[in-house]
């Protein structure tokens, strides 16, 4: 049998994984200046947490769980998403208590689950990172929310960007536009797509969403959602427009932008990628919104019942960022490489490298007896600042050669004094 990684998963490897470690600690310098806070959730959760929040009808419940039932006959699923997980845990651990940041601000940076068809910027386990506000109600909260995901972006230096918003409007408003839908599609239905069809009725708003051509056309004519916003949704749609003109935000509305999640409610937003080049018919890199009322859902209180949230892909982030020719440096380096000579100076490179190490040095030595000429290649391929032979006569006179490679320099360093200081000794 040829051993083999399962279909629409990733080996990154040494040489890539320090783009993802770059992309992540970006996110991570972004989340700290807008003082938010890790949370991690566990890779699995009750199948509940998941279907109850997202929606029984949408593609992620019906289609695209890993779910399975483990040993003690626990209906149990892979995340799929990162927002149910992380509402579930606010509300478990109390952490809209008064010992708590409130609003509570918290992201996550880990890999999600959904059985679907692979391809370029679309994997079965994918790598989301996200972030969640719960407890703030303020308009102000989405413009922040979304300018944060504007400055990773920048932060990264792409700069391709489109910002799509739209308004779902409070679940009142929501709930006259949804018969408003159905009452247009239900006379063209036998033109919709199978899958459309099914919809009509139980998640009509989804219909919207459909890449089917035919549904396309059919839906550039239907009604639009932000005609039917009440009084309370649009203003609370205009402060958010508002903010964002406040704030020279570019962005488009789009009125039938709908989000593939259930709980979300008033503002929506995706962000496009529009580099020339970029992954074809895939072009939405972040997407999140408001949706207040999950933290209900999940039991916890009426105060705290407000949320925004946002997850953007990082396989996304990292296509984007070739798309724009951005490049980060990947090019091995070490400070200090012991290059050793003979059997009986190993135990001498071990203490060597060691005492490199505790004082701060990247250090890497010969393992295999090499010859010289070949140590000293690797070295050059590590980029080493310095290398230090241990070699028979060395050890004899209790010594070590440092060579800075820069210069080219040679000096006999006593071992009791490379010891007592290595930085001083190395920068001499
Ligand atoms: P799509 O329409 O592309 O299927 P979605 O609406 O299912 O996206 P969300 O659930 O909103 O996506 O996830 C937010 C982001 O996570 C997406 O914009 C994308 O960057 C990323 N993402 C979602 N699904 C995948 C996947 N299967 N593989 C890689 N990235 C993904
Ligand atoms: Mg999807």
């Given at each position: 049998m040829k051993y083999q990684k399962p279909k629409?998963?990733?080996?990154?490897l040494p040489g890539n994984v320090e783009k993802w470690q770059y992309v992540e600690n970006t996110a991570r310098e972004v989340f700290r200046l807008y003082d938010f806070h890790e949370l991690r959730t566990p890779?699995?959760?009750?199948?509940e947490v998941i279907s109850r929040a997202v929606g029984d009808t949408t593609d992620i419940v019906t289609k695209e769980m890993y779910d399975f039932h483990d040993k003690g006959d626990r209906h149990i699923t892979?995340?799929?998403?990162?927002t149910a997980p992380l509402v579930r845990s606010y509300v478990e651990n109390k952490?809209?208590?008064?010992?708590?940041?409130?609003p509570f601000k918290a992201f996550y940076i880990g890999p999600m689950f959904r059985y679907e068809r692979p391809q370029s910027g679309r994997m079965r386990q994918f790598h989301q990172i996200g972030m969640e506000v719960l407890g703030s109600r303020n308009p102000a909260t989405d413009v922040e929310c979304i300018l944060l995901a504007l400055d990773f972006y920048k932060r990264l230096g792409v700069t391709h960007t489109k910002l799509v918003i739209n308004s779902l409007g409070n679940r009142e408003s929501r709930m006259v536009y949804r018969q408003a839908l159905i009452d247009y599609l239900e006379p063209l239905s036998d033109q919709l797509s199978e899958d459309s069809k099914n919809r009509l009725?139980?998640?009509?708003?989804r219909v919207l969403d459909s890449k089917d051509e035919k549904d396309k056309e059919i839906v550039a004519k239907a009604p639009s959602i932000l005609d039917f916003l009440d009084e309370d949704s649009a203003q609370f749609f205009n402060s958010v427009k508002k903010l964002l003109d406040d704030t020279n935000v570019d962005y488009v509305i789009d009125h039938r932008m709908v989000r593939?999640?259930?709980?979300?409610?008033h503002t929506v937003f995706e962000i496009m990628s529009e580099a020339p080049g970029f992954n074809g018919a895939i072009t939405t890199i972040c997407a999140g919104g408001r949706y207040d009322g999950l933290v209900k859902e999940f039991n916890g209180p009426d105060s705290h019942d407000a949320g925004f949230g946002f997850a953007l892909g990082l396989e996304r982030a990292l296509i984007t960022m070739e798309a724009e020719g951005i490049t980060i440096d990947t090019t091995p380096s070490v400070d200090v490489y012991v290059v050793g000579l003979g059997d009986e100076v190993s135990a001498e490179s071990l203490k060597l490298v060691q005492a490199a190490r505790a004082a701060g040095f990247v250090s890497e030595r010969d393992?295999?007896?090499?010859k010289v000429k070949t140590q000293f290649k690797t070295a050059d391929k590590l980029n080493a600042k310095w290398v230090l032979i241990m070699g028979d006569n060395e050890l004899a006179e209790k010594s070590v050669k440092i060579k800075t490679m820069a210069t080219g320099v040679e000096r006999l360093v006593p071992l009791t004094d490379i010891y007592q200081d290595f930085n001083k000794e190395l920068n001499k």
């Open positions: 629409g998963t990733n080996d990154i890779m699995f959760e009750h199948i892979l995340r799929p998403e990162g952490l809209f208590g008064p010992e708590h940041q409130n009725h139980n998640n009509p708003l593939g999640l259930d709980y979300y409610n393992y295999m007896n090499r």
